[in-house]
Every structure is written in structure tokens, then in C-alpha cells.
């Protein structure tokens, strides 16, 4: 079984012009001092390179840990796990683009895919029983998942991880996959009905809408909601930052938001914040299928 990084659609070099889009009023938030401070993100990807934007006026990374080469500093060989990281909890000290949702959380990376992007499911599953054990020491509340597999039926091994993860407490957010608009291509474990999954969102002539590559479900079920997810400034390997696309990109934005619920409400649990959190979207003319609930718009009024 093998397990992908939520492939990138599309990147932007640093300093070409990019559309604007305009994502959540995120600023109003921080300045209103929800900013995930005391709240740990773990982030299951690539790695991370540690950024000044993860560094600085203080090192917010926590823990790295490598199921893939047993490497004991923190690195990328990729760029997608520091990317999704600075969604998630991007500091903005010298960039104010590449501000992330939680800017002031912990952060925990666990690198279990590889630098080609591709990962196991032995390193997932090992990524997520490390979670499971090491993450009330760690103060983990949060885990995002930017990456996906074939589901295996009502058995999955992913499905099963997250559920463990949730049932200790734990939010988990996925990405919904880049396989649209075909239905029915919802990625694991983003199919788990625990998780919040994370579908990919694009402003065109019209509006914000479900972006073409954003996984859908079938008759039954879908993502939970959309998020931006086309040219999303964030941090780069190296440093500086670029535009990134993706549902990679969509899922950490999300889970920057459930850090400030839980800083705003500690006790809430998974499926307290995952209501709070669609209750804060903003409806859009789209099936669920497609959509979700609506997409990510989040007030603090809302909460």
C-alpha cells in the first residue's frame, strides 16, 4: 500500500504575481489573541526545515521525529511537510504571507514520507501509534494528515489510526485527496467519519467554489467542507516562501483553526470542535458531496 503526500496542483516561485485571494479574517483573530498559543499541532508529512518562521522570536517545533531514514535533526528532502507545517503555524515574522492559521502553536513533525513524496503504510501507522503515546506529554491536541491512499474497505488501517487518535482526545484533519471531479475519490484516511477532511477551494469569476482537483464523495458522503486551496502563500524549504496548491494546502488551514478553538475552549473535545468549526462556514450553492457544509470562513463571533 502507498501512501502519497496530497500531490502539488501547482507552485508559484517566490515574487510572481499571484491572484489575490483573500482566505479567513485571520488577522481580527490574532489580534484578539487566538493564536494557538499552548496548543500542539502534530504535522504527518515530509518533514520540516526549520524556518525562521518556526524559529523565531522562539523554536516552536517541539519534536521531530524520522520513521523513514531514523535521522535525529530536523530536515525536508521534499518541501510539502514545511509548506503544510507554515499553513498550519506559520510564525509571519519577515512575511506577512506566510502567516499560518495558529501562529503561536506548538509544533510536532513526524516525517513518514519520503522526499519523492511517496510514503508506507507501516510508517503512517507507526507515525500515528507515536501519537497516540507520546501526545499528552507533548500537548498534542491537533493532527493533520496532508495525505491520502486508496481506502481498503470498512477495515482501513488509516481509518482505524485515526478513529484510535480521535477516541484519545485528538483532532484529526485530512485532506480529501486531488482526484476530482470524479465522485466517489475521497482519500484515507480523510474517509474516516472521525476526522474533519478537508476539501480544496478556488475563487473564480463567479465566486468561491470546489476547485476542479478537490476530491468529491459519492451518494452518501464527502468532504466535511472546503478551504482555500490554489496559490496559498506559505514557507519554503530554505526559507523565504512560495504559493503552493492543493489539498495539502486546504487541511492545515483548518487545523490552525481548531488549534485557536481549542486555546478558546480547552476542554472542547474532537467532536465538539469539528461542530464548532462547521458551524463557522459559510454556505455555498454546491452538493456536499462536492462541498462539504460550505467553506472555511471562520469569525470568532462564530464560536
Not at 517566490?14 to 493564536?35: F, I, K, M, N, S
Not at 499552548?38 to 518562521?53: E, R, S, Y
Not at 463557522?280 to 457544509?293: E, K, M, T, Y
Request: net charge negative.
Amino acid at each position: 500500500m502507498t501512501v502519497t503526500a496530497a500531490e502539488r496542483v501547482g507552485f508559484v516561485g517566490e515574487g510572481e504575481d499571484v491572484p489575490e485571494y483573500p482566505q479567513t479574517d485571520l488577522y481580527a483573530l490574532h489580534r484578539a489573541g487566538l493564536t494557538g498559543k499552548g496548543i500542539g499541532i502534530a504535522v504527518v508529512d515530509t518533514g520540516i526545515f526549520p524556518h525562521l518562521d518556526f524559529c523565531v522570536p522562539h523554536m516552536r517545533v517541539s519534536a521531530f521525529v524520522d520513521f523513514v531514514h531514523n535521522e535525529p535533526y530536523a530536515y525536508d528532502d521534499n518541501g510539502h511537510g514545511t509548506a503544510v507545517a507554515g499553513i498550519a503555524c506559520g510564525g509571519g515574522y519577515f512575511a506577512r504571507e506566510t502567516c499560518g492559521a495558529a501562529p503561536e502553536a506548538k509544533l510536532v513533525s513526524l516525517k513518514a514520507v519520503d522526499g519523492r513524496g511517496n510514503g508506507n503504510l507501516f510508517a503512517i501507522l507507526t507515525a500515528m501509534q507515536w501519537i497516540f503515546t507520546y501526545h499528552k506529554a507533548l500537548g498534542i491536541r491537533v493532527v493533520n494528515f496532508s495525505l491520502g491512499s486508496e481506502p481498503m474497505g470498512k477495515r482501513d488501517p488509516l481509518v482505524l489510526g485515526a478513529e484510535a487518535l480521535t477516541s484519545v482526545g485528538l483532532v484529526v484533519v485530512a485532506s480529501a485527496g486531488n482526484a476530482g471531479p470524479a465522485s466517489g475519490t475521497l482519500k484515507s484516511p480523510g474517509i474516516s467519519k472521525s476526522a474533519i477532511t478537508v476539501g480544496g477551494a478556488e475563487k473564480g469569476s463567479a465566486g468561491w467554489g470546489a476547485a476542479d482537483f478537490s476530491s468529491r464523495g459519492g451518494a452518501t458522503d464527502g468532504p466535511d467542507l472546503i478551504a482555500p486551496a490554489v496559490n496559498v502563500a506559505t514557507c519554503r524549504v530554505g526559507g523565504g516562501f512560495l504559493y503552493m496548491s492543493g489539498t495539502s494546502m486546504a487541511a492545515p488551514l483548518a487545523a490552525g483553526i481548531c488549534a485557536l478553538i481549542l486555546q478558546k475552549h480547552p476542554t472542547y473535545s474532537p467532536a465538539r470542535v469539528k461542530q464548532v468549526l462547521l458551524s463557522s462556514l459559510r454556505q455555498l450553492d454546491c452538493p456536499a458531496s462536492v462541498c462539504g457544509a460550505g467553506i472555511l470562513s471562520p469569525f470568532e463571533d462564530d464560536w
